[in-house]
């Protein structure tokens, strides 16, 4: 028998199940507890760059809203720079990048506000068009799903971004870029993830 | 540019497949295509940070942070307190640790919780902590009690704590459930055996820890979270190693 490799094994995902809300978004369960809930603010006051919505609802395989999922993302500022100590560069003061959302309980309709990313160096120095990371938890999905939003007046940038390079079906691709349209002089960005079946949204082993 | 240091490859045939028949909301809620592996880059390896200003010293205790003053929620008080721990067994500090759960009578504060078992006043159900410069940490709570679902006529939830982890990248997010030792619902329970390997199952289950409890106040359990361990740099381009 040869050595034992010591690696501790990670601990398993398990869904979120229903009641998510109660320890991610107690607001939202029926209660006020913290001073503070988190996530509700990505880009803070000071962050610059263009002012924009992302929304969507998430459906299932039926095509029925999904109405008890929780949403996280993870985004750079309009420089491109990540919120954390391994990334070079400076964030505005207030830049978290990080936001969390749950989908309406009657609609399924998702939504936050922040500001457009700029593009991030990716590997072996090709530049990764603008994008927003998502990672999706609900009863029923067993291990969080990772994604990502692309924005679709990017059209060049998302042509050569090296991650959509990686999804080999073309047609796929578009299933990861938000629509751009304005609504009440406001920028709105549309971007519906459909779990299973016709159209089903790309997810990624990150 | 230099090369990111990369997290393990999550071992996907460990964790739980996103369609698992007997769990039957995975049915309709799981792709039918395969994950897209990505190598990872700056996206992957960074992630948010959390510090003592987001958060309050006393929401780790759900004795005291939804209860009436001078009052405790009713229900078995436990302590539960672990350590936060790559794959290569160094201490994940810092990070923000978020637990929520049923009440003794196996009743959410939820609204769409409709079970007859009552709310308890004084147990609202979540707390949050970050861990400390060795990756530990701890919550006071009661023991929740299990709960009646609808999945097949019969299913009970095993008593369990939800628990959801950051890690230092968006790579390492987590969330999970802990279970306790002894519980015979645990090998009833279609959401536990998702996971196909028991020894995942077990890694699940926090022992009773009698060292840690405080005598004639709180019993403890102990349960410790294993994130993804990070690849050394050494032989990439940080010649100085981990």
């Known amino acids: ?206 | 540019m230099t090369k990111p240091a990369e997290y393990y490859q999550r071992d996907r045939e460990w964790h739980p497949p996103a369609l698992a028949q007997g769990y039957k909301t995975s049915v309709a809620r799981s792709p039918r295509y395969s994950l897209i592996s990505l190598e990872q880059s700056a996206s992957e390896i960074t992630g948010p940070v959390f510090g003592h200003n987001d958060i309050d010293p006393g929401d780790n205790d759900l004795l005291t942070n939804y209860a009436q003053a001078g009052e405790s929620p009713i229900g078995e008080r436990i302590i539960v307190h672990g350590r936060v721990l790559d794959e290569n067994a160094r201490p994940v500090p810092n990070t923000l640790v978020e637990i929520w759960q049923a009440n003794a009578g196996g009743r959410y504060r939820h609204k769409k919780d409709m079970y007859l078992a009552p709310i308890d006043p004084n147990f609202g159900g979540c707390g949050r902590t970050l861990s400390d410069e060795n990756g530990y940490y701890f919550f006071r709570t009661v023991k929740p009690g299990a709960y009646p679902w609808r999945n097949w006529v019969n299913n009970w939830r095993p008593a369990h704590i939800h628990i959801s982890v950051f890690g230092s990248s968006f790579s390492q997010r987590l969330i999970t459930q802990m279970y306790f030792e002894g519980d015979p619902l645990i090998a009833k329970c279609p959401i536990v055996q998702t996971i196909p390997d028991p020894a995942a199952i077990d890694q699940l289950i926090a022992p009773l820890d009698l060292n840690a409890t405080i005598p004639l106040d709180t019993i403890a359990y102990k349960f410790d979270i294993v994130l993804r361990g990070r690849r050394s740099t050494l032989f990439e381009n940080r010649l100085e190693g981990n």
């Open chain 1, 1 to 206: 028998m040869p050595q034992k490799l010591d690696y501790l094994k990670e601990t398993a995902s398990q869904t979120a199940g229903p009641y998510v809300h109660i320890g991610l978004a107690p607001g939202a369960a029926g209660f006020d507890i913290y001073e503070r809930e988190l996530g509700w603010d990505i880009a803070g006051p000071n962050a610059g760059g263009e002012r924009i919505r992302v929304e969507g609802v998430v459906i299932d395989g039926t095509g029925s809203p999904v109405k008890d999922v929780l949403l996280e993302a993870w985004q750079a500022n309009a420089e491109g720079v990540y919120a954390h100590p391994e990334h070079e560069g400076q964030v505005e003061e207030g830049f978290r990048g990080w936001g969390r959302v749950i989908t309406d309980f009657e609609t399924g309709e998702w939504g936050f506000d922040t500001v457009k990313p700029g593009p991030v160096m990716g590997r072996n120095g090709r530049m990764m068009a603008p994008h927003i990371n998502l990672w999706i938890v609900a009863r029923g999905v067993n291990v969080g799903l990772n994604t990502r939003i692309y924005f679709s007046d990017e059209a060049e940038a998302n042509a050569a971004d090296p991650v959509m390079g990686l999804v080999e079906w073309e047609v796929r691709r578009q299933t990861l870029v938000a629509e751009r349209a304005e609504r009440d002089g406001k920028v709105v960005y549309r971007f519906d993830i459909r779990l299973q079946g016709d159209g089903e949204t790309v997810f990624f082993d990150v």
